[in-house]
C-alpha cells in the first residue's frame, strides 16, 4: 500500500500545539471534578484550585525581632554618652507570654519605664489608645545594667533593676509590626499555581492546614510490539522460553514516571502484544466504558504504514483526530485525538498516539502532553532558556566517532535534524560559560531516536524552530528535562 511521506503532510508544531491548547481548555472547562482538599504538606506539586488568600495576619500582633529592652523611642532622641538616659525595668516578657498592659511612660519619680524583651514576644499593651506605645526594641548590647545609687532621684520601692542608654533608638526598631509580613486576606497563592515545598512556610505561618488543589490528570498507558516485554514481568523468562531476543519496555516506566514528575495520576494499563488492531481495539472499548481516566496514550504503531495501526482503530470508535502527523523531528509519527467514553456523563478523552522509539517518545512527551496538562490545569507553561549553543564538531564527526573531534566546525543549514521546515528537538547539556557569564548548550553526541544512553548526562531539551539555521554561537530557546530540574542549569 503506498503511503504519502509524512514530511509532505504533516502539520507545523507551532500549529499542532495550538490545537493541543485549544482542546486542553475545552477539556478544563469540561471537568466535572473540579477540586479535592489535601492536607497541607501533601499539597506540594499539586496544582492550586482556586485562590489561597491568608485568613489571619502575621505576626499577629507586634513582636520583638531581638533581645533587648521594649522603650518608648521618642524619649531616648537627646540620649548621648555625656547625657544617658535611664530606664528602670518593670518586668521581663517572654515569647509565647501574654503581654502586660503597658504602665505610665514614667514613674512616679520620673524615672522612664521599659520591659525586657525576647525574641517573638509581644509588646505591651495599652489600657487606652491616648497611651504612649512602647514602639521600639533596643538590643540588649546596646545597653548598660546599673545600679539604684547611678539613676537619679530613682525611688527603690518603685523597682531597683535599671539600665542606661546612650545613644537614640529609631521608630519601630527590632520591632515587628502586626501584618507586616503577611495581611489578612493577602492572596498567597493563585488559582492554577504549582505548590511548591516553599510555599508551605508561608501557608503554615497563617494557619492554613488543608489547601483546595485540582484533581490530578487521570493518564492511562499502553505499550503496544510483540517485541516487547516488561523487565519486570517476563523478559528473561520469555528470552529463555523461545531463544528469541526481545527488548525491554522502556516507554511505559519512562512515561509512568514522568507523568508522575508532572503532577498526573498514571495508570499503566499493560502491553498490547503483537500487532493486532483488534487488541488494541478491544483495550480500548473496555477502558472507555469506565470512567477512570482523562487522557489515555500508546506508545508505537502510529505510522502511516503497515505496522501503524492506532489512527484506524481511534477512527472506527468515532475517535476526531485533531492531528497525525507533526513538521517535527524526532516525533513526526504523533497522532493526537479525542475520544467520546461510554461512561456515564464522562465526556470526551484524549488520546495521544506517540512514537515507539523512546527518544522520540520522549520528546513528544515534553512537547505535547506536558503543555497539554499544563494548559488543563490552567498553569503556567514552562519559559524557554535561551542559550548560546556552542557545537563541539560537526555532524558528520559526530556520527562518526572514530573521526578527529577537535576538528574546525562548520556552519550547518540543519545540522543532521531534518529540512529547515521542521522543528527539531535535541537533548543537551547547558552549563556556565568559562567566564560564567552566560549560559552555553551542547548537544549530546548520538541523537538517534533511538538512544538511550545520552539522557543520562542530558539536561535539557533544545527547541530548533523550522527555520532556523544551526551555527556556532547561535541563540537557542531550551526547556528541562524533567519536571525535577537541575537548578544549577538556570
Same mark, same amino acid.
Request: with cysteine; hydrophobic share 40%.
Given at each position: 500500500?503506498?503511503?504519502?511521506?509524512?514530511?509532505?503532510?504533516?502539520?507545523?508544531?507551532?500549529?499542532?500545539?495550538?490545537?493541543?491548547?485549544?482542546?486542553?481548555?475545552?477539556?478544563?472547562?469540561?471537568?466535572?471534578? &473540579?477540586?479535592?482538599?489535601?492536607?497541607?504538606?501533601?499539597?506540594?506539586?499539586? &496544582?492550586?484550585?482556586?485562590?489561597?488568600?491568608?485568613?489571619?495576619?502575621?505576626?499577629?500582633?507586634?513582636?520583638?525581632?531581638?533581645?533587648?529592652?521594649?522603650?518608648?523611642?521618642?524619649?531616648?532622641?537627646?540620649?548621648?554618652?555625656?547625657?544617658?538616659?535611664?530606664?528602670?525595668?518593670?518586668?521581663?516578657?517572654?515569647?509565647g507570654d501574654e503581654p502586660p498592659l503597658m504602665p505610665p511612660c514614667r514613674g512616679?519619680?520620673?524615672?522612664?519605664?521599659?520591659?525586657?524583651?525576647?525574641?517573638?514576644?509581644?509588646?505591651?499593651?495599652?489600657?487606652?489608645?491616648?497611651?504612649?506605645?512602647?514602639?521600639?526594641?533596643?538590643?540588649?548590647?546596646?545597653?548598660?545594667?546599673?545600679?539604684?545609687?547611678?539613676?537619679?532621684?530613682?525611688?527603690?520601692?518603685?523597682?531597683?533593676?535599671?539600665?542606661?542608654?546612650?545613644?537614640?533608638?529609631?521608630?519601630?526598631?527590632?520591632?515587628?509590626?502586626?501584618?507586616?509580613?503577611?495581611?489578612?486576606?493577602?492572596?498567597?497563592?493563585?488559582?492554577?499555581?504549582?505548590?511548591? $515545598?516553599?510555599?508551605?512556610?508561608?501557608?503554615?505561618?497563617?494557619?492554613?492546614?488543608?489547601?483546595?488543589?485540582?484533581?490530578?490528570?487521570?493518564?492511562?498507558?499502553?505499550?503496544?510490539?510483540?517485541?516487547?516485554?516488561?523487565?519486570?514481568?517476563?523478559?528473561?523468562?520469555?528470552?529463555?522460553?523461545?531463544?528469541?531476543?526481545?527488548?525491554?519496555?522502556?516507554?511505559?516506566?519512562?512515561?509512568?514516571?514522568?507523568?508522575?514528575?508532572?503532577?498526573?495520576?498514571?495508570?499503566?494499563?499493560?502491553?498490547?502484544?503483537?500487532?493486532?488492531?483488534?487488541?488494541?481495539?478491544?483495550?480500548?472499548?473496555?477502558?472507555?466504558?469506565?470512567?477512570?481516566?482523562?487522557?489515555?496514550?500508546? &506508545?508505537?504503531?502510529?505510522?502511516?504504514?503497515?505496522?501503524?495501526?492506532?489512527?484506524?482503530?481511534?477512527?472506527?470508535?468515532?475517535?476526531?483526530?485533531?492531528?497525525?502527523?507533526?513538521?517535527?523531528?524526532?516525533?513526526?509519527?504523533?497522532?493526537?485525538?479525542?475520544l467520546e467514553s461510554t461512561a456515564p456523563n464522562n465526556g470526551l478523552v484524549s488520546?495521544?498516539?506517540?512514537?515507539?522509539?523512546?527518544?522520540?517518545?520522549?520528546?513528544?512527551?515534553?512537547?505535547?502532553?506536558?503543555?497539554?496538562?499544563?494548559?488543563?490545569?490552567?498553569?503556567?507553561?514552562?519559559?524557554?532558556?535561551?542559550?548560546?549553543?556552542?557545537?563541539?564538531?560537526?555532524?558528520?564527526?559526530?556520527?562518526?566517532?572514530?573521526?578527529?573531534?577537535?576538528?574546525?566546525?562548520?556552519?550547518?543549514?540543519?545540522?543532521?535534524?531534518?529540512?529547515?521546515?521542521?522543528?527539531?528537538?535535541?537533548?543537551?547539556?547547558?552549563?556556565?560559560?568559562?567566564?560564567?557569564?552566560?549560559?552555553?548548550?551542547?548537544?549530546?553526541?548520538?541523537?538517534?531516536?533511538?538512544?538511550?544512553?545520552?539522557?543520562?548526562?542530558a539536561n535539557c531539551w533544545i527547541h530548533l524552530p523550522h527555520g532556523q539555521e544551526?551555527?556556532?554561537?547561535?541563540?537557542?530557546?531550551?526547556?528541562?528535562? $524533567?519536571?525535577?530540574?537541575?537548578?544549577?542549569?538556570?
Open positions: 500500500m503506498h503511503t504519502t511521506p509524512l514530511t509532505t503532510m504533516a502539520m507545523q508544531y507551532q500549529a499542532a500545539l495550538q490545537l493541543v491548547q485549544k482542546t486542553a481548555n475545552d477539556m478544563s472547562r469540561r471537568r466535572t471534578r &473540579t477540586e479535592e482538599l489535601v492536607p497541607l504538606e501533601d499539597s506540594v506539586g499539586r &496544582t492550586a484550585a482556586k485562590d489561597i488568600l491568608s485568613p489571619d495576619s502575621t505576626p499577629p500582633f507586634d513582636t520583638a525581632a531581638a533581645d533587648g529592652f521594649a522603650i518608648v523611642s521618642s524619649a531616648t532622641i537627646n540620649a548621648s554618652p555625656t547625657n544617658p538616659i535611664y530606664f528602670r525595668v518593670a518586668g521581663t516578657i517572654m515569647a512616679p519619680d520620673g524615672v522612664l519605664h521599659c520591659y525586657e524583651i525576647m525574641v517573638g514576644a509581644r509588646f505591651p499593651d495599652t489600657a487606652t489608645e491616648h497611651l504612649i506605645h512602647m514602639d521600639a526594641c533596643v538590643w540588649a548590647t546596646d545597653v548598660r545594667e546599673v545600679s539604684l545609687s547611678e539613676v537619679p532621684k530613682a525611688d527603690p520601692q518603685l523597682g531597683n533593676r535599671f539600665i542606661k542608654l546612650s545613644k537614640p533608638v529609631t521608630y519601630n526598631a527590632n520591632r515587628r509590626r502586626a501584618g507586616e509580613d503577611i495581611g489578612k486576606g493577602d492572596r498567597l497563592i493563585r488559582a492554577g499555581m504549582k505548590i511548591r $515545598s516553599s510555599h508551605v512556610l508561608p501557608l503554615a505561618s497563617v494557619g492554613i492546614r488543608e489547601v483546595a488543589v485540582q484533581p490530578r490528570i487521570r493518564v492511562g498507558v499502553w505499550s503496544t510490539g510483540r517485541e516487547i516485554v516488561r523487565s519486570d514481568v517476563d523478559g528473561p523468562t520469555a528470552t529463555k522460553r523461545t531463544g528469541t531476543r526481545y527488548t525491554y519496555d522502556a516507554d511505559g516506566p519512562y512515561l509512568m514516571a514522568a507523568l508522575k514528575e508532572y503532577g498526573a495520576e498514571p495508570h499503566f494499563l499493560g502491553l498490547l502484544p503483537g500487532d493486532d488492531p483488534a487488541v488494541l481495539e478491544k483495550a480500548l472499548r473496555e477502558t472507555m466504558a469506565m470512567d477512570k481516566f482523562d487522557v489515555l496514550v500508546t &506508545t508505537g504503531a502510529a505510522t502511516p504504514g503497515r505496522s501503524g495501526f492506532v489512527r484506524s482503530v481511534v477512527e472506527k470508535l468515532g475517535g476526531q483526530v485533531h492531528f497525525h502527523g507533526v513538521a517535527m523531528r524526532p516525533g513526526a509519527t504523533a497522532m493526537f485525538a479525542s488520546f495521544f498516539g506517540l512514537p515507539g522509539d523512546p527518544c522520540a517518545m520522549a520528546a513528544c512527551f515534553r512537547f505535547l502532553i506536558v503543555p497539554y496538562l499544563q494548559f488543563v490545569r490552567g498553569e503556567k507553561v514552562d519559559e524557554l532558556l535561551m542559550t548560546t549553543l556552542q557545537l563541539r564538531c560537526s555532524t558528520r564527526q559526530e556520527s562518526e566517532p572514530n573521526m578527529d573531534a577537535g576538528a574546525p566546525v562548520e556552519a550547518s543549514m540543519g545540522n543532521d535534524c531534518g529540512p529547515l521546515c521542521m522543528d527539531c528537538f535535541r537533548h543537551g547539556r547547558v552549563t556556565a560559560s568559562e567566564d560564567g557569564r552566560r549560559k552555553v548548550v551542547r548537544m549530546t553526541k548520538d541523537q538517534g531516536p533511538g538512544k538511550m544512553y545520552p539522557f543520562i548526562d544551526i551555527v556556532q554561537g547561535a541563540m537557542v530557546p531550551c526547556l528541562s528535562l $524533567s519536571a525535577c530540574r537541575d537548578e544549577k542549569w538556570q
